[in-house]
């Protein structure tokens, strides 16, 4: 299954990689987390991923 959805969505950001306005990045990058922390206005973020307000609170400092 994991294997499955790395394809998935390597599959994804090959299928919008010269789009203007969406862009799907498969990989840590400190700076730009801080960066879309920064320019959001609203973050969607699955609770079984972040079930324990994390980004919430990395958002709060960020901010700050």
């Given at each position: 299954?994991?294997?499955?959805?790395?394809?998935?969505?390597e599959g994804i950001a090959h299928q919008f990689q010269n789009h203007?306005?969406?862009?799907?990045?498969?990989?840590?990058?400190?700076?730009?987390?801080?960066?879309?922390?920064?320019?959001?206005d609203m973050l969607i973020i699955?609770?079984?991923?972040?079930?324990?307000?994390?980004?919430?609170?990395?958002?709060?400092?960020?901010?700050?």
């Amino acid at each position: 299954l994991k294997f499955y959805l790395v394809e998935e969505f390597e599959g994804i950001a090959h299928q919008f990689q010269n789009h203007d306005d969406i862009r799907l990045i498969l990989k840590y990058d400190e700076s730009l987390s801080h960066s879309i922390y920064a320019a959001s206005d609203m973050l969607i973020i699955p609770s079984i991923f972040e079930p324990c307000g994390l980004t919430q609170v990395k958002s709060a400092l960020i901010l700050e």
